[in-house]
């Protein structure tokens, strides 16, 4: 079948799946087909309203949390809608374990109108304890994005209309792991200079407009964003958490999990 557009649609607080994202798309790309991004991870986005035609191929990426597709992501699902338009799920994850998240992501686009007929699960750096899979995606992993690309190109050029409606398989199972907030949401130092970068950038409005050292524990999702793209480095999660952190993922860090992908 012939696509006239290729979309790119994710929620990337640290920017890994964003980057993922970008090397699949690169590798499927075709003369025929113009790339549109769609990064709905701003708060902003929060009521995004996107519709995609027949002739349209979508590429959804996110990060895994707690083995689960992140609520945020979900409720941005809501506003995004497709017509029997095909989509590719591309999770990324930490190196511990992408569970029941490519599942619960094949089953929310279905209930928007998009076919899954493709997926992958990539292995990033933990944006989170980043001693996990430090520097992933490496060359291997390049490899890999390379290969599930033209794989990916090759099954698009073939498929019919009858092949369509043939469902996915995916790794996971239902009902779903139970989601688990880690309680890390940071805050900032005497060296925050009130820039309000940060309260912009936040995924999920978490950080006061008119103090933003602190943070709305409640509403903070943990996905380090604030810590990353502070310029002044003043954010930061609690010393304790963080070796706790370092030594729940002690397994982690010493096992290597490979990507995988379900075509
Ligand atoms: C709140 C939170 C929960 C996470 N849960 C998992 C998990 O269950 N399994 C895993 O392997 N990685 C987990 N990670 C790591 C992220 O999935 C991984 O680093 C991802 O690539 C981050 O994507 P981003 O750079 O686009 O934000 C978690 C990260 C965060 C912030
Ligand atoms: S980005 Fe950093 S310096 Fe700017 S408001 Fe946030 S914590 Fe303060
Ligand atoms: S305050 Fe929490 S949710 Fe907001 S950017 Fe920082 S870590 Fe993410």
């Known amino acids: 079948m012939e696509i006239k557009k290729l979309h790119l649609v994710y929620f990337s607080p640290t920017r890994t799946t964003q980057f993922v994202l970008r090397a699949i798309a690169q590798s ?7 790339i549109v991004e769609h990064d709905v991870t701003d708060y902003n ?4 309203e996107l519709k995609f035609e027949t002739d349209d191929l979508v590429l959804f990426g996110f990060p895994v949390y707690s083995g689960r597709v992140p609520q945020s992501f979900r409720d941005r699902m809501n506003g995004i809608k497709g017509q029997r338009t095909f989509s590719v799920l591309i ?8 569970d029941d998240a490519l599942l619960e992501m094949k089953n929310i686009v279905k209930e928007n109108g998009f076919q899954a007929i493709g997926a992958a699960a990539v292995v990033t750096e933990h944006s989170v304890i980043r001693s996990v899979a430090t520097g992933r995606p490496d060359a291997k992993d390049t490899a890999f994005i390379e290969d599930f690309g033209m794989k990916l190109k090759k099954r698009i050029v073939a498929i019919t209309n009858e092949e369509s409606s043939t469902e996915l398989y995916v790794a996971g ?3 779903y792991r139970k989601y688990m907030k880690i309680p890390i949401a940071p805050v900032a130092s005497a060296s925050c200079i009130a820039c309000g970068l940060c309260v912009k950038k936040c995924p999920v409005d978490a950080i006061y407009v008119h103090n933003p050292r602190k943070t709305d524990k409640e509403k903070c999702i943990g996905c380090m964003r604030c810590v990353r793209i502070c310029p002044q480095n003043a954010r930061h999660v609690s010393k304790i958490i963080m070796l706790a952190g370092e030594c729940i ?3 982690e860090k ?3 999990k490979e990507p995988e992908m379900f075509l």
């Open 28 to 34: 499927f790309n075709t003369e025929y087909s113009e």
């Open 91 to 98: 999770a990324t994850y930490g190196n511990r374990d992408y």
């Open 249 to 251: 993922f002690s397994k």
């Open 173 to 175: 199972k239902e009902p």
């Open 45 to 48: 986005s929060k009521n995004v």
């Open 254 to 256: 010493q096992i290597r």
